[in-house]
């Protein structure tokens, strides 16, 4: 059964610094993983999608990498801002028709300015 | 703008008491999921349908019902039998079930659920 994790749970920055989160998924048979970002009380909004046969995808500050054979996806926001602070949530979908995604638990970003 | 509205924002629910959720969405995505969201877990699929009139049980089904009579519209019904409906749920949608578009879910701002 595909399991996702998040380390850290938390995380507090200063503001302007580089910072990563990681998720880790045990099934390395995925079709695509999908990073979330979810404000207090509200729900997801999809920030990356990387399909299995790409290595990494770019939006602005963010850069998402993905390592099927080790089970591990990375999301890298550079030059950190207050208004970065959330709960980042990654999703992978498996590569075997008829199941859906699995989410990991997130991590709970701090930037302080 | 397209999306995905759910109301209530928040709920209350009485012992003994079916309440229900709505999801509408105006996207034209075939496939609606419900999602159960507790403090420090993953998202947990409820329900999810593909398309009009079929729907399919996730992990946790029990307890919950849905329907699916119209493209735009996925509601959640928390029954009585759900001993413990306190959460935080979500409903989202995609252009198809199995992803094989590789076009992201999207998701409405949640309803949050507690008991009286």
């Known amino acids: 059964k595909q399991e996702v994790t998040q380390i850290p749970a938390a995380l507090s920055v200063p503001e302007g610094e580089n910072l990563v989160l990681n998720c880790s998924f045990t099934?390395?048979?995925?079709?695509?993983l999908q990073w979330f970002r979810q404000d207090p009380g509200k729900g997801l909004t999809s920030l990356l999608l990387i399909q299995s046969s790409q290595r990494e995808q770019t939006s602005g500050r963010l850069n998402a990498s993905l390592d099927k054979s080790s089970g591990r996806s990375t999301l890298y926001i550079a030059a950190s801002q207050p208004g970065d602070s959330a709960t980042y949530l990654c999703?992978?979908?498996?590569?075997?028709?008829?199941?859906?995604?699995?989410f990991g638990p997130g991590t709970r970003l701090s930037v302080l300015p | 703008d397209g999306g995905i509205t759910q109301s209530p924002k928040y709920l209350f629910r009485k012992e003994g008491q079916n309440v229900t959720l709505s999801c509408e969405q105006n996207?034209?995505?075939?496939?609606m999921y419900w999602y159960r969201q507790d403090p420090g877990q993953g998202l947990r699929l409820i329900y999810y349908s593909q398309i009009v009139n079929d729907f399919q049980k996730g992990d946790i089904a029990e307890g919950y019902s849905v329907s699916r009579e119209k493209k735009e519209s996925f509601p959640l019904t928390v029954t009585s039998a759900q001993k413990n409906p306190t959460a935080f749920y979500l409903c989202?949608?995609?252009?198809?079930?199995?992803?094989?578009?590789?076009?992201?879910?999207?998701f409405g701002d949640g309803t949050r659920l507690s008991i009286l």
């Open positions: 999703a992978v979908f498996p590569d075997n028709y008829g199941q859906n995604f699995v």
């Open positions: 099934d390395s048979a995925i079709y695509n």
């Open positions: 996207l034209n995505h075939d496939a």
């Open positions: 989202a949608s995609s252009i198809d079930l199995g992803q094989r578009s590789n076009q992201p879910q999207h």
